[in-house]
């Protein structure tokens, strides 16, 4: 995002009086930190490595990445986002190969993950995901509604079950209700707790989505006749979803990574898998940095998905 | 009800309407009648009333004494009586209120389809009529923040229009507008006046009142003080709380 203030702010960072001290500092940090013996190092500069001196090799990674920080500043802002990401991601790749992964280890068993926990994690979340949106819109309007006892029991919901831990949740539903004679299996129980959890969250999203809509926007709408639940769906869900949507969608990205929380009462979900697959050849690191990078890959699809939804619906404003 | 057998009356009959906010009465003892195709301006310093009242008439206020008849149907709590009577009343507000996320051909015919129940064919047809009316067509595949208030307004009293009410309520419908765009909106209502719409309106646009009106009320502190054909209002108010306002606002005029 720009901040359209019309001032051409000069680009101090590459003017030599503050560039050049910049670089020094770096050098000496460097030096400090013993750079040149980093494995990260010997990965970036092993040809320089073997025949210098650590000042060599520490003036050559200052060289390097000044150079880097020199050339990113001059190129066009999408550029440099996207260069930003490439190099971080690299970094962060290098960071796990200094695990001295077993990559025979990982693919051998990343179907199984994808297969069996991706699929179970998907379908438990996107349940949650609609049955919380029903519970939050049920939720908002009671708060919203005037009646007193429908106040009462959207209050005590959304406050109990924001109130306490999701794992305390799961247990309490696939554990607890039993002793009333509900017998509930895994999957469901953990779909409930998580649906009753996140609905609780997005009532709050919902209610406060609602209030942002003119009341002008209501009184026009009765004064023509619609129905309310006409209003409701055809002039203020539309228009409160602009407010909604970029809160729920950070409450559906957390909920994705939370739906590992299910693994507990023993449903084959990613993290679960991640768990136990790592057990058998005491691979764990593997294991959870595969299904880490799932999760991630997930929650970025989810990120694109908001901002398709968010454009969808900010069109009116779009002048 | 059946509200569509009830035996008409006149488009709007108010008999001994009180209200009260907590404590303090916003109306007191309103008497009012108006008779098909008359105009009525309601004027008054502001805080006396004259949204309240309009606003009661198709039930965005609630009142605690007296009656209201819409074309011989009674205003009461129930559901029914209440989609009768806004079946009936047409509605412009002073902050347009259209519906944002809509384009301004489907502010209109969004109402004609779901209360009225017309085909999606009829409601375009129609919808456009009513905006050929206001003389903004060429707009209809536009937002509403794309237009000028002056435009939104015309929109605003097109869709009202279009759902054929008997009377049409206006509320300080210039009072958001720039002054440009103000006499575009009033040659509106009197086009409407023209074919013959029945329509109480809350203005400061005393000059226009003077023109457009059959009937001025003017109000204060939740009562009627003076009626008056609008010449007569103008010309000889005979009370002292009439003239000290007619001073104020034909000053700034």
């Not at chain 1, 210098?52 to 520490?58: E, F, I």
């Not at chain 1, 959890?197 to 989505?209: D, L, P, S």
């Not at chain 1, 729920?248 to 991640?274: C, H, R």
């Not at chain 2, 384009?103 to 009529?129: F, I, K, Q, W, Y």
């Amino acid at each position: 995002m720009h901040f359209a203030d019309n001032v051409d702010y000069p680009p101090w960072f590459r003017r030599p009086v503050v560039f050049l001290p910049a670089l020094a500092i770096l050098y000496l940090a460097l030096w400090q930190g013993d750079a040149a013996h980093w494995a990260v190092t010997e990965t970036i500069l092993g040809v320089l490595k073997a025949s210098a001196t650590p000042v060599v090799v520490t003036a050559g990674l200052t060289a390097l990445i000044g150079a880097n920080v020199w050339l990113i500043l001059g190129l066009p802002v999408r550029w440099q986002v996207f260069a930003v990401w490439v190099e971080l991601a690299l970094l962060l790749a290098l960071f796990f190969v200094s695990f001295d992964l077993s990559w025979d280890f990982i693919r051998r068993k990343i179907w199984l993950l994808v297969s069996i926990g991706l699929i179970n994690t998907l379908y438990i979340s996107a349940a949650s995901i609609a049955f919380a949106s029903i519970l939050a819109l049920a939720g908002a309007m009671a708060k919203l509604s005037g009646n007193g006892v429908a106040i009462g029991v959207a209050n005590f919901y959304t406050s109990f079950f924001r109130g306490i831990p999701l794992l305390m949740q799961i247990y309490i539903i696939y554990l607890g209700l039993p002793q009333l004679g509900v017998v509930i299996d895994a999957i469901p129980a953990g779909i409930v707790a998580l649906s009753l959890c996140y609905g609780a969250y997005m009532t709050e999203i919902f209610r406060a989505g609602i209030e942002s809509v003119p009341v002008g926007q209501w009184e026009a709408a009765r004064a023509l006749g619609f129905r309310p639940g006409t209003i409701l769906a055809r002039i203020i869900l539309p228009q409160a979803m602009r407010v909604i949507i970029p809160p729920t969608g950070n409450q559906f990205i957390a909920m994705l990574k939370d739906s590992s929380l299910v693994s507990v009462i023993g449903v084959w979900e990613l993290m679960y898998l991640a768990r136990t697959e790592g057990q058998t050849e005491f691979r764990h690191i593997e294991m959870m940095l595969t299904a880490s990078m799932i999760y991630w890959v997930m929650s970025g699809m989810l990120e694109l998905a908001q901002a398709r939804i968010e454009q969808h619906f900010g069109q009116a404003h779009a002048r | 009800m059946p509200a569509d057998a009830s035996p008409a009356g006149p488009p709007l009959e108010i008999r001994g309407l009180s209200k009260w906010y907590g404590a303090f009465q916003a109306l007191d003892g309103i008497d009012l009648t108006i008779g098909r195709g008359e105009r009525l301006v309601i004027c008054g310093p502001s805080g006396s009333g004259k949204s309240t009242l309009i606003r009661t008439i198709n039930a965005l206020e609630s009142f605690q004494r007296g009656k209201i008849r819409v074309d011989g149907v009674v205003l009461s709590r129930a559901p029914a009586a209440v989609a009768a009577i806004r079946a009936r009343v047409g509605m412009v507000f002073q902050q347009f209120n259209l519906f944002p996320h809509l384009t301004v051909l489907e502010n209109c015919t969004l109402p004609l389809r779901r209360v009225r129940g017309l085909s999606a064919e009829d409601a375009r047809a129609r919808a456009m009529l009513y905006l050929e009316k206001v003389h903004i067509p060429e707009q209809a595949a536009k937002f509403p923040a794309q237009l000028s208030g002056g435009q939104q307004q015309r929109v605003a009293i097109a869709r009202a229009v279009a759902m054929g009410p008997q009377l049409l309520l206006l509320d300080e419908p210039t009072s958001a507008l720039d002054p440009e765009m103000v006499k575009e909106v009033l040659d509106t209502m009197l086009g409407l006046a023209a074919d013959g719409m029945t329509m109480a309106v809350v203005t400061h646009e005393m000059g226009f009142a003077r023109e457009f009106a059959t009937q001025v009320i003017f109000m204060d502190r939740g009562r009627i003080v003076e009626t008056a054909a609008p010449a007569d209002l103008f010309a000889n108010p005979r009370e002292e709380r009439t003239r000290a306002f007619l001073r104020q606002v034909l000053r700034k005029d």
